[in-house]
Structures are given as C-alpha cells and as structure tokens.
C-alpha cells in the first residue's frame, strides 16, 4: 500500500507539472508583442456631406464655355441656386417629381440659365470632389456635364476612381447625379493587396430653375 500511495503522489505531481509547463507555455505566447491593427477609417452616414459650393454662371462665362446655345441669351439671368436638403423630413415633400418634356403654361415667363455646382465626399482623409454644369430654360433641363475626381496620401492609402451615375437630365424637368468615390484604405505596397474599401457616395437632383436637392448619402 505505501508503494501505491508514493506512485499515486507521483502521478499527480507529475500532471501538475505538465499543467504549470503548458500554463507557461500559453502565457509567454500571449505575452508575444503583436503590432495593433488600426480600424478600418469609415465616413458617418449620419450627418451630410459638407454643402456643395454653387453659383448662376453669368452670361460671358455661358459664351466663353460654349454653352449659349442651349439657352434663349434673350432671358437668361443670373438666378443664385437654392440648395434643400430633400432627404430629411418637411423638406421631402418638395422634392419635384420627373417629368418627360415638361409643358410650358403660356401664362409665365420663364427664364434660362446656367448653373456650376462642386461638391465634396465629405472625407478630409478620403477626399473626393465633383463638378456638376447644367442649363435650364426653366421648364426643362437643357445641357448637362459631370465629371468627379479624388486623391490620397499614405502609403496605405489609394484613391482608385470615381463614377458619375446620371439619370433624366435633357428633355425632363430634372437631372440626377449620384457622384461616388472608391478608395483602399488598406493597401499593403509590397503585394499590391487592398484589404479593405470605402465607397463615400451622394446623391443630388438638379431642376431647370437652378434649384439643387440633396437626395441621399451614404458610404
């Protein structure tokens, strides 16, 4: 019996043993130093892009750009655009509905002009802008133009194109322009990999009077 007892106390001594060395094993792996992995930067969906810059396009500046002939230069004004947000409560109600070839109440006098507007992807990180042209004889939308661009800095940073998503424009009463920026912002320059993307995104309509409504946003 003495003999059994010492093989017994021997046993567990031993499995005690294998436990502290696995123990120690597990503790020194996770005291291992590994470099954090900052998150992925995301843009608020919460809160609009900041307000797009627009003006009326004077009438030397509608003929120095070619633009003349899209309008009657006989009533063409200079109208300041109105911005609305169209996305958010009372303000969706005005919000104008397309129409194709609009018709003209013979009873108003209507104006033309031409509008530029710039507007931003709301990232100082990942910035994107657009530019957006359009005319109007007040009743239908005339000449359209969009173009988009964007830029990076950082080594694991990449601006990788931008899209003009256009929608209605001539003959109708209004012009969408979903404006969307793709970027890496987890680029690994030794693989040429990219880990992790963003796709800021905003969404505008523009009508024949020179009003703008901010229709949504997103990344």
Known sequence: MPLMR?????????AFAAAAVVSLGASSSAQTSIP??????????????????ARALTADEIRSKGLAQYIDMSRQKEIAPTLIDGSQGKFAASVPTPVKK??????????????????????ATYPGVA??????????????SASCTGSTSGPTRRYEGCQNIQN??????????????????????YTGVC???????????????GQVWLLGWGN
Do not use: M
């Open 195 to 209: 880990s992790a993307r963003i796709h800021p995104w905003q969404k505008n309509r523009y009508d024949a009077n």
């Open 131 to 144: 530019y957006h042209t359009w005319c109007g004889d007040g009743v239908q939308i005339t000449y359209t």
């Open 6 to 14: 010492r093989s017994v106390r021997a046993a567990v001594s031993c």
């Open 102 to 123: 609009p018709a003209k109440a013979s009873s108003r006098t209507y104006a033309s002009g031409c509008w530029y507007l710039e507007t931003q992807s709301g990232s």
């Open 36 to 53: 954090d992995t900052p998150p992925t930067p995301q843009l608020s969906v919460a809160e609009p892009p900041p307000t797009p810059k």
């Open 168 to 189: 209605y424009g001539l003959g109708w009463n209004v012009w969408d322009v979903t404006d969307k920026w793709h970027f890496c912002t987890a680029y690994n320059s």
